[in-house]
């Protein structure tokens, strides 16, 4: 299994808090991705990362900022969270430019009351 | 615009079964094709998957067609066994673009 871990695992946070998701990846590869899943939408990119520092937007990004300031590290940030936002969070590593294949980490469930 | 469509939301099946689980897309950029499975709190891990010159592509009870024509992909399980059931995604990229596009999952039950 691909080194990812995120963090945290589950979360309970109010509507217009700030919330940081981590995740981490011990495998040294270069494409790093998160992906929220919802019911009847299967799994949808927010933002995605080529490298430490290039980042890029997803299909739903609205609401949602990212940074890579390290390999290994990938935050996705809510600035304002919203009820909207509740979601599974899956973290998502991929190693090489001609593979295509992402492999996940365990998610994190996030509630915004 | 939903780009990779999985028309059923749920399958049942019986033990030791085919069970057929189906993908359609609208990019005819996509080359490159994927089967996700998932279970309850875990996340997604990768089955197999198709390059768009290949028709087919085989991995012990695992087997996904491709027709481009069509722009369709199955995915094929015989025979099904309880621990196949989870909920599936098919996911699609094409080259340079370094992301995928999944569908919305099929949530697959194999009865014994």
């Known amino acids: 299994d691909a080194g990812i871990t995120q963090s945290p695992r589950h979360k309970v946070t109010e509507t217009g808090t700030p919330v940081t998701l981590r995740c981490h990846q011990t495998?040294?590869?270069?494409?790093m991705y998160w992906y929220r899943q919802d019911p009847g939408h299967g799994l949808r990119l927010i933002h995605y990362?080529?490298?430490?520092?290039?980042?890029d937007k997803g299909e739903v990004s609205d609401g949602y900022s990212v940074s890579r300031s390290k390999t290994e590290d990938f935050l996705l940030t809510l600035e304002s969270a919203t009820s909207s936002q509740t979601s599974v969070y899956f973290c998502a590593i991929a190693g090489q430019a001609s593979s295509y294949e992402q492999y996940f980490g365990p998610g994190t469930r996030l509630t915004v009351t | 615009d939903q780009q990779v469509k999985q028309n059923s939301p749920s399958l049942s099946v019986q033990e030791g079964r085919i069970s057929i689980l189906n993908c359609d897309y609208t990019?005819?950029?996509?080359?490159?094709f994927l089967w996700y499975k998932k279970y309850p709190a875990e996340g997604p891990t990768f089955l197999i998957s198709i390059s768009s010159i290949k028709d087919k592509n085989e991995d012990g009870r695992f087997t996904v067609f491709l027709n481009k024509s069509a722009k369709h992909l199955s995915l094929h399980i015989v025979p099904s066994q309880p621990g196949d059931s989870a909920v599936y995604f098919c996911?699609?990229?094409?080259?340079?673009?370094?992301?995928?596009?999944f569908g919305q999952g099929t949530r697959l039950t194999i009865n014994p």
């Open positions: 990362s080529y490298g430490v520092k290039d980042t």
């Open positions: 495998e040294n590869h270069r494409y």
């Open positions: 996911a699609a990229g094409s080259q340079g673009a370094q992301k995928l596009v």
């Open positions: 990019n005819s950029m996509f080359d490159y």
